[in-house]
Every structure is written in C-alpha cells, then in structure tokens.
C-alpha cells in the first residue's frame, strides 16, 4: 500500500499504558508456553513478552497500511489517528470515501 514513512516523532505517547492483563488462555497453550519458558530458559513473562513483540513486528505494516486507510476516511494524518487511538481521543466519523495520492478511492460501507 503506502511507502509514505511514518513520522514517529509527530507522536504522543505519555499517555501509553505499557501493563497489560492478559486474559485466560487454553490449557494446552499455557502447558505449552511454560514447557517453552523452562526450555528456554525464560520467565513466562519474558516469552509473552517475546510473543506480543513477533506478533507487533509481523504485523505492524499491515496494521500500518490500516491506519493510513482508516485515517484517509477520517481525513486526518496517520500519526494523527494513532495519536487519537493511543490517547483516547474522540475520532471522527468516517466519511464514506477518499483518496490516496494516486486519486485511488477507499470506500467504507
């Protein structure tokens, strides 16, 4: 989708909790990652916390290409929208279309 660079430094996160409750996982998975942490090595906190950073860095630039779309409805920047979801700030309603750069229409039902 987008190559346009994401400006990090357009960004406000004081406002970012960095704790997380997680909620019940299976029993099987949880045997699992505690096999996994004790083959490792490694807390169970230390692999969750492995496991959200794998999954945040495979993930990311679709979730990028998202926010670039989303935020385009919005008309707003990216880092504007992320802005707004990470402080919790209102967001306004999505329009039904826009463009990107090349004049190619985003529509959302």
Do not use: H
């Amino acid at each position: 989708m987008s190559n346009k660079e994401f400006n990090w430094s357009e960004l406000d996160l004081s406002k970012v909790k960095t704790q997380f409750k997680a909620s019940d996982i299976g029993t099987l998975d949880a045997a699992k990652l505690r096999v996994m942490a004790f083959l490792l090595n490694k807390t169970l906190t230390a692999c969750v916390q492995t496991a959200l950073y794998t999954y945040i860095s495979r993930n990311w630039e679709d979730a990028q290409d998202r926010l670039t779309v989303e935020a385009q409805l919005r008309g707003m920047s990216s880092e504007e929208l992320f802005n707004a979801i990470v402080n919790e700030l209102p967001i306004p309603l999505t329009p039904y279309s826009a463009t990107d750069e090349d004049g190619n229409e985003f529509t959302k039902p």
